[in-house]
């Protein structure tokens, strides 16, 4: 691990500030993702600027009738909430599918956000890898792509996007709350937060630099079965293969992301109205343009399968 500065700032303002003060800065919560990182040497901040004393650790009724959610909540205790276990099924069950009990203790939920891939070709530094190393080549292309992505791809990169929260988050179209380091605040919406890779997959989010996650702010609660189905190559402590988030009303309709096939959370609003007619239509929908692997290909049958199981379910 390179050596780094360290400092701990009193408000959002200024922790916003001093990232503006020093170019390739980091903030760190939970540091789940980005230590990891850093001791491989994939990250090397010469600045860390811890965020957990801002006081963004709260869960708020907003007067829409949704949730605010501060940036430092944890995953625990996010989804031990029993306004978000009641409301929001599906952001509880997705969470607990995630990493294991002392990472979700740690982890942020701007942080879960704001993972990067799990790729092995990212993680690799004798791999080429445009998100480590624009221009460098993709070494997943023409290598063992089994985890990685199916849709949204591009010739740059086919990495996956390796949150569980974000996937729930994107069915219940939240919105991320931002902080600048002039002081001003934006909402971004989670369908536009993630980007897919095109020809700049290192750029992964809408966020400019030095801007600060303040907030998650979820809507109105929708009502519906929520189900969360995560398949995985062991029972636990394991990245999606494939995921589906999933609300679904009594007359069928419903809305669904998956996880585990794309750069970002990937929901398709057109594909849902075919939910009342099944797995099928909804998957073909989904997945238009998919552009697999011969490692992957296998991922198309299995999200028509997860999908049918999860509307069964349902269903009831």
């Not at 965020?51 to 944890?74: F, H, Q």
């Not at 029993?82 to 939920?109: C, F, H, I, M, W």
């Not at 919105?175 to 909402?187: A, I, M």
């Not at 238009?288 to 049958?301: M, S």
Request: charged residues 20%.
């Amino acid at each position: 691990m390179k050596a780094f500065t360290y400092e701990r700032p009193e408000t959002t303002a200024e922790a916003a500030a001093s990232a503006a003060r020093s170019p390739g800065a980091k903030f760190i919560a939970g540091g789940t993702n980005l230590l990891d990182l850093m001791k491989l040497e994939i990250e090397t901040p010469m600045h860390l600027i811890d965020v957990n004393g801002l006081k963004l650790d709260r869960i708020e009724a907003t007067s829409e009738g949704g949730l605010r959610i501060g940036a430092l909540v944890s995953n625990t205790a996010l989804a031990a909430d029993a306004r978000v276990r009641q409301d929001y099924g599906v952001l509880s069950r997705a969470l607990l599918a995630g990493a294991s009990g002392q990472l979700r203790n740690k982890a942020s939920t701007a942080g879960n956000l704001l993972q990067r891939t799990r790729c092995p070709y990212f993680y690799d530094t004798n791999q080429p890898c445009n998100k480590r190393m624009p221009g460098s080549g993709c070494g997943a292309l023409e290598g063992f792509s089994r985890q990685l992505a199916v849709v949204g791809v591009s010739d740059a990169c086919i990495a996956t996007h390796p949150s569980d929260m974000a996937v729930a988050m994107r069915v219940l179209d939240a919105t991320v709350e931002t902080v600048r380091p002039n002081g001003e605040t934006r909402r971004i919406p989670i369908a536009d937060f993630h980007r897919l890779p095109g020809d700049t997959p290192h750029i992964e989010s809408a966020l400019m630099p030095s801007e600060l996650i303040t907030a998650v702010t979820l809507p109105r609660p929708i009502g519906g079965t929520h189900i969360y189905h995560k398949v995985r190559d062991r029972a636990s402590y394991a990245f999606a293969l494939i995921s589906v988030a999933a609300v679904v009303r009594p007359d069928g309709s419903g809305r669904v992301a998956l996880g585990g096939v794309a750069h970002k959370p990937w929901r398709v609003e057109s594909a849902e109205a075919q939910l009342p007619e099944g797995a099928g239509a909804v998957s073909e929908r989904l997945l238009a343009n998919a552009r697999p692997t011969h490692h992957n290909e296998f991922k198309l049958t299995l999200v028509q399968r997860t999908l049918g199981a999860v509307l069964a379910q349902a269903r009831g």
